[in-house]
Structure formats: structure tokens, C-alpha cells
């Protein structure tokens, strides 16, 4: 596994005004939290991890490889700072978990049973739809 305290080192944080209403607050500081990690230049995980994450992450990367997430729903930039960051470590560890492969096994005889139920009721169904036959 990884240090979130390692991993909080290597990421850079920009801040700007956020959007939509508000009135000064909005005009006048900069509370909208944005996180820049650079997967590929990251010390903290080996190139699986990285390939794993570059994978799962591959819709909201840019061209260089970056990781943007940005929150600006608190007006305090701190509470924003600390809601990206939280956002952050909950998705990098969605991203490193394995699935695990699922085991097949071999249909229960009684769903057998009642698929072939339920084609001999068709089947009859449809046979009774014929005329009689007259000999």
C-alpha cells in the first residue's frame, strides 16, 4: 500500500475564484481548490500501480499525464483544500483495487429443471393451438 502523507507531498494545489453566484465573495477570493498529481513522475507507486491508475483515471487525465480534481463547494478555500484532497485519496484508492476474478460454477439443477418446465408448458401451449387431427 501507499503513505497518503507521501502521496499528499508530491501534490500541487492552485487556487482560483470560483464560479456562478455569490456576489463579492465570489468576486473577491479565491476560494475554488484545484489538485494537480502528475501520476507518471510519482515516486509512491510502483509502474503497476501507475498503469492501474493511468487506466482507471484515462477520462480525466490530460495530454501530460495529469490528474486534475478541482471542489468549490465550501466558500472557505481551506474546507475546499481539504474536500479535494479527501475526494482524492477515496478515488486513488477505488483505482489500485484489484477485482477479483469471478469463480464460475455449474447451474443449479433445479434452474434446469424449471427451464425445461417452463419449454414443456410452451411446448404444449403451442400444440394446442394446432386443429385436431381427424382420421
Not at 35 to 61: A, C, G
Not at 63 to 91: H, P, W, Y
Request: charged share 35%; no cysteine; hydrophobic share 30%.
Amino acid at each position: 500500500m501507499f503513505s497518503d502523507k507521501a502521496l499528499i507531498s508530491e501534490l500541487n494545489y492552485k487556487y482560483v475564484r470560483s464560479s456562478g453566484s455569490g456576489g463579492q465573495n465570489v468576486n473577491k477570493v479565491s476560494s475554488k481548490a484545484e489538485l494537480y498529481f502528475d501520476i507518471e513522475n510519482s515516486t509512491v507507486f510502483s509502474d503497476i500501480e501507475k498503469e492501474r491508475l493511468s487506466k482507471f483515471f484515462q477520462n480525466r487525465l490530460t495530454k501530460e499525464g495529469i490528474l486534475i480534481l478541482a471542489s468549490d463547494e465550501s466558500r472557505s478555500q481551506f474546507r475546499n483544500k481539504a474536500l479535494v484532497t479527501q475526494r482524492f485519496l477515496e478515488l486513488i484508492k477505488e483505482g489500485l483495487k484489484v477485482e477479483k476474478k469471478r469463480i464460475s460454477t455449474k447451474v443449479p439443477r433445479a434452474v434446469k429443471r424449471k427451464r425445461l418446465k417452463y419449454k414443456r408448458i410452451t411446448s404444449e401451449k403451442k400444440a394446442n393451438r394446432k386443429p385436431p387431427e381427424i382420421n
